[in-house]
């Protein structure tokens, strides 16, 4: 897994990918990792069909051993008082790719990562979206240009039923972000 030991992982409200995501963050964690969880409003706040917001806080604290930041207060000082290395956006929604590609900060997810751009940390998207081969697209193509931010690699997710729909490969998080410790992308981009 990788060398890093200080890791924020971002989660946002993709909520059918939140057992993939736990299973990945749990791997980085028994790779040595620390991980410091943070939530969107939605993915703190929000029950759904996959589970209620307390229990997946819940599920978070017992795989990283914190309680997840949920507030503009909490993620502010990732960057200046640089409390880790790199961060992982895992699932990373279209909504969040577009207000990261329009340098929007209005949510912890966000506002921590412009806090770690601050610093020049990698930060490492694992996108989860069902339109991102729509209008997703346009932001994935601006962030792949932009220093600092790496791509977990994707492919559709289900093409017959979402044909817009696109997923990154959660297992392939932790090689992902240590090509980006390297400022390098991992390839291939698109997954097979």
Do not use: H
């Not at 409200?13 to 969880?37: D, H, I, N, W, Y």
């Amino acid at each position: 897994m990788t060398k890093t030991k200080r890791v924020v992982w971002a989660m946002c409200g993709s909520f059918c990918t939140f057992e993939k995501t736990l299973g990945a963050m749990e791997a980085m964690v028994r790779g040595g990792a620390q991980v410091l969880p943070l939530m969107s409003f939605n993915a703190a706040g929000l029950d759904t069909r996959f589970g209620t917001a307390e229990s997946w806080k819940e599920k978070v604290e017992a795989v990283t051993g914190r309680k997840p930041i949920e507030t503009l207060q909490g993620a502010e000082p990732l960057g200046p008082q640089n409390m880790a290395d790199a961060m992982v956006i895992a699932p990373c929604t279209g909504a969040t790719l577009a207000k990261l590609a329009a340098g929007i900060s209005d949510t912890p997810v966000t506002l921590g990562a412009k806090s770690m751009l601050r610093g020049a940390k990698p930060l490492v998207l694992a996108v989860s979206t069902n339109d991102g081969l729509a209008a997703s697209m346009e932001n994935l193509a601006r962030l792949i240009n932009r220093k600092n931010f790496y791509l977990v690699p994707f492919a559709q997710d289900d093409w017959l039923k979402k044909p817009a729909s696109l997923q990154s490969d959660y297992a392939l998080i932790g090689d992902t972000l240590e090509c980006a410790m390297r400022g390098r992308q991992l390839q291939p981009v698109l997954a097979g």
